[in-house]
């Protein structure tokens, strides 16, 4: 098991910023891929970024390319995403998900990832 923990989340302006955090507790993302997803209401949970822990390569859905980015902090054992020029449209609960896929290209499927957190709503006005 792999114990994930969001925070970060809140109600922001079209146009504002949020920084997301995902902690895993009492266990290190080494060797992990980790990712956020969203779940709007009444659509499928769907990909927003990913990145793999060792190397730091990356990579984002379109709808987030240019402003949103993931990153990883290797001695807080954090992942973030910084999402910046919110749109109302990515309103939605956000989930952090892990998966021990090592040297493997990464992943963008809800069924790649086999560690999920609870979720942190972010919620953008217009």
């Known amino acids: 098991q792999v114990p994930l923990v969001e925070s970060g989340g809140g109600v922001v302006q079209a146009g504002g910023s949020l920084r997301l955090s995902c902690a895993a507790s009492?266990?290190?993302?080494?060797?992990?891929?980790v990712g956020w997803f969203c779940q709007a209401p009444g659509k499928e949970r769907e990909f927003v970024a990913a990145i793999r822990w060792t190397g730091g390569d990356t990579v984002y859905a379109d709808s987030v390319k240019g402003r949103f980015t993931i990153a990883r902090d290797n001695a807080k054992n954090m992942v973030y995403l910084q999402m910046n020029v919110l749109k109302p449209e990515d309103t939605a609960p956000y989930y952090c998900a892990a998966a021990l896929l090592n040297g493997l290209p990464l992943r963008v499927g809800v069924r790649d990832y086999a560690y999920w957190g609870q979720g942190t709503q972010v919620t953008v006005s217009s």
């Open positions: 009492g266990r290190t993302f080494s060797n992990y891929h």
